[in-house]
């Protein structure tokens, strides 16, 4: 099989089978061996990997994948792909794909049957619709992860990289620079693909941390207290997450965790480092246990 890279191979492929893009799975196909080259050496894939591809469509990254990985697990959701994708992976027997979608996939479960448990590494063109889900839904269930290569929206890029004080920086870039070190590899005009998306991508990598960079005593706690403190991006720390529903805090708790960390009542979220609120979080913790231990 021709590399479908090569623009005529997809619309030959797509004419074949009479394909019509669906919308609402986000299906824009990759057109350029230059960005499928770049995709591949940012991901480091070697003979010992077990790669899992979200999305796969026609099978244009996933042949790339096939010839450098040992195995290639393909999630796929839109069943009139699967035919094209026994056509076009016909002559790989290290690839399997998967017919559903991936947020209702058990990923650890793929993990444990076909790589011993042992970290995988994961690389897809996503379809932008559900980045966050897939992305966070990945961390979060703690599948044993090496790296993610992926291309995404490039404002989206851009917001999983940025530090405190910019107007990307947000509880995206704060839970991802948490699990893992975010870098951005290549930036993909619409013209890379078919159809053209309206927006701008991106490929970042994002390289999993093996020990947190900060020290949080209850995850769930921090990341409930980040999306508070961004959900009003303009109040202060102190208005936004006092009386905030679900975290049980005060205003004067929340000043007192201020104070403690020697920053003024009036600072707000958008200007806290990944360490600062992982210590704030700490600390109102813990105050929040001896309030509710009286
Ligand atoms: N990897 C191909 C490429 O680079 O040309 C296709 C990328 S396209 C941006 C996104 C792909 O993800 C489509 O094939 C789409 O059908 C698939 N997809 C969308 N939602 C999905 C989901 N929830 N689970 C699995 N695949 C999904």
Do not use: W
Request: charge should be neutral; include cysteine; charged fraction near 20%.
């Amino acid at each position: 099989m021709a590399t479908l890279g090569i623009p005529q191979n997809t619309i030959a492929v797509l004419q074949k089978y009479n394909f019509n893009f669906q919308k609402k799975f986000g299906q824009n196909f990759l057109i350029d061996t230059t960005v499928l080259d770049r995709i591949i050496e940012a991901s480091q894939i070697t003979k010992d990997d077990c790669v899992l591809e979200i999305g796969p469509g026609i099978g244009t990254m996933t042949q790339y994948l096939a010839e450098r990985a040992r195995e290639v697990i393909a999630v796929e959701i839109d069943k009139a792909l699967i035919p094209i994708l026994q056509d076009t992976l016909a002559e790989y027997d290290n690839v399997t794909v998967i017919n559903d979608d991936i947020l209702k996939v058990d990923i650890n479960k793929i993990v444990q049957e076909r790589n011993d448990g042992r970290p995988i590494k994961v690389v897809a063109n996503l379809p932008y619709y559900i980045t966050t889900p897939i992305i966070m839904g990945l961390f979060e269930s703690h599948v044993p992860l090496k790296s993610i290569t992926i291309m995404v929206q490039k404002e989206v890029a851009d917001r999983m990289q940025v530090g405190p004080g910019t107007k990307d920086y947000g509880a995206l870039s704060l839970a991802v620079q948490f699990y893992a070190k975010p870098q951005i590899v290549a930036n993909v005009p619409p013209n890379c693909f078919i159809p053209r998306p309206n927006v701008g991508s991106a490929v970042i990598r994002l390289t999993r941390y093996e020990e947190p960079p900060v020290i949080v005593k209850n995850e769930q706690f921090m990341f409930a207290l980040i999306r508070a403190s961004f959900n009003q991006r303009r109040k202060t720390l102190v208005n936004g997450l006092g009386n905030a529903s679900g975290l049980s805090v005060t205003k004067d708790q929340v000043v007192a965790a201020l104070e403690e960390m020697g920053l003024s009542a009036t600072i707000r979220g958008e200007v806290l480092t990944l360490e600062q609120f992982a210590r704030l979080s700490n600390l109102l913790f813990d105050i929040r246990r001896g309030t509710m231990l009286n």
